[in-house]
């Protein structure tokens, strides 16, 4: 194993953040921002980040891992959008690692953030998108389907107690589309192209953790024909959880990340 070095980095207003540093006779001139997700912290589930931090770096790819404002370490609230700080920390990581390119994202809303960066800013060259946009549609739909076929009788019968209980309690409005940062539907086929007349690369997964992406035509029909496209990885996962919870999972992600990594910007 080769030797990686690690420095706090002060990212302004209270936001703190971990480099992994490659070797010198190793470094690549890409870079890599991994963006804490909701309540979690820079090390990710179970610690992932932090293992996905050490070994791109031992690849030679320098991994800048963040909590944003209010989140872990970085105890003051936020003052300002996502967007205008991670704009800085993008400034603050190319000062410390010299590096003009990175690739950008992580889980959840982590996913949506880098996405939505890419599409400010060219020196995003790839994005890693784990559980991002997906619309509903005929395969969430024969998802479900498939879903119900497999259920056992006890499975039904939590299925009613379920509905009950929402019976019972106030009426909500709330859906993963209001709940995330997400375009209006059918912008993301238009924003995907522009990102690939750029020549940005993406990662791109579904695990089986999340109630809106049930089958892996619904990335298909999200993104139309340039889901097929050369600068798109797709994987999905439904055996995997949306944390990882599998030690199994997060080596698995963890090396294929690596190996997508190397293949796309061997450099």
Known sequence: M?????EIIDLGEGVFGILSQPPPDRRKSVGVIIFNSGILHRPGPFRMHVRLARRLAELGYATLRFDFPGVGDSLPRATRPPMQIV????ERAQQHTGCTRFVAGGICSAADLGWQLALEDERIAGVLMIDGLARHGRYHLLGRLMRAKR?????WMDVVRRIVMRTK??????????????PAPGVERREL?????????????????????LHPGQFYDTYGADARAPGVDFHYWPQCDHMMYSEIDRAAFIETVSDWLQKRFPD
């Open 151 to 155: 259920k056992s009788l006890g499975d």
């Open 2 to 6: 080769t030797a990686v070095g690690e």
């Open 169 to 182: 309690a106030p009426p909500t409005i709330e859906t993963v589309e209001n709940m995330r940062d997400w």
């Open 193 to 213: 192209r522009r990102l690939l007349d750029r020549g940005t690369e993406l990662f791109i997964l579904f695990s089986g953790g999340t109630s809106y992406f």
């Open 87 to 90: 704009r800085d920390v993008l």
